[in-house]
């Protein structure tokens, strides 16, 4: 199933089963996340979708492409290397990714397979994580270099997460449409440029490993939002380094999954 949450005519938001075929209808659905979803018979048109989720907490993860630490002449981390990034940050499929009054010049993409939990996971064994697997989106890890290397000194949280920089989307695919999530095809493009264009072969810790490495630590939540990494191909490696400027879209496909996109605009 595609679970996705959107805006009826009216404004108001709903959670649903898209329609099969037609991306413009949804099947309501009673439960959640959290809960076993009851599909029901109500229909109703799609006036935007919104972000699919609402994540008590988003994680993510640094260099766990091969490719990726490559490219930045960093050694593979021996333990998922991981952050945060603020809630606050998400926004949805079509939405604009805003360039901040702050004073950011140096905005990168980072097109991810966004894993969503779907149970609470505590010590989670990685032949168990699955279970605890919700289903996964596409997610844009957009990040303010400059902030993140120079203004907070290597600390990446703030770079990370200025309003809108956590596009995840366009719906949440559930994990039985997925049955090896190490073998999809990630592409990134740049106004039509790809960017990126890899496999989540090329992780250096799989998704399973990742969420059972995240549980040992702390409690993995119902609804949150695991960024697994970001292929090599950023814009900062690039020689000339290539960042975001207003009217840039953005388009992360991920194989099976779908296609997130969003318009660069300066606030």
């Known amino acids: 199933m595609k679970i996705v949450r959107f805006e009826s005519a009216r404004g108001t938001v709903h959670t649903g089963v898209l329609e099969e075929d037609d991306t413009t209808k949804a099947r309501l659905i009673e439960g959640g996340i959290a809960e076993s979803i009851i599909v029901t018979d109500t229909v109703m048109e799609i006036e935007r979708l919104v972000v699919p989720v609402a994540a008590p907490n988003i994680f993510a993860l640094g260099y766990n492409y091969k490719k990726h630490a490559e490219e930045d002449a960093q050694e593979y981390p ?82 990370k997460s200025f309003d809108t920089f956590c596009p995840i989307g366009p719906w949440i695919v559930t994990k039985d449409e997925i049955s090896d999530p190490g073998v999809l095809r990630i592409q990134t493009t740049v106004n039509g440029i790809i960017m990126q264009n890899a496999s989540t072969s090329d992780m250096i810790f799989n998704v399973f490993e990742i969420v059972s490495n995240l549980s040992q630590s702390l409690t993995l939540l119902p609804g949150t939002v695991i960024l697994t990494g970001t292929p090599g191909g950023v814009g900062y490696s690039r020689i000339p380094a290539v960042f975001l400027k207003e009217k840039d879209v953005v388009e992360v496909s991920i194989e099976r999954v779908g296609v997130l996109s969003n318009t660069v605009i300066a606030e």
């Open 78 to 159: 021996d333990i998922p290397e991981v952050f945060m990034k603020a809630t606050t940050s998400l926004t949805g499929p079509g939405m604009e990714i805003i360039l901040p009054k702050a004073g950011a010049t140096e905005v990168d993409y980072e097109g991810e397979l966004a894993v969503i939990i779907g149970k609470r996971a505590k010590n989670v064994k990685p032949e168990e994580a699955e279970d605890f697997i919700f289903g996964y989106s596409c997610a844009n890890d957009v990040s303010a270099r400059d902030w993140q290397w120079k203004k907070q000194k290597m600390q990446w949280i703030r770079g």
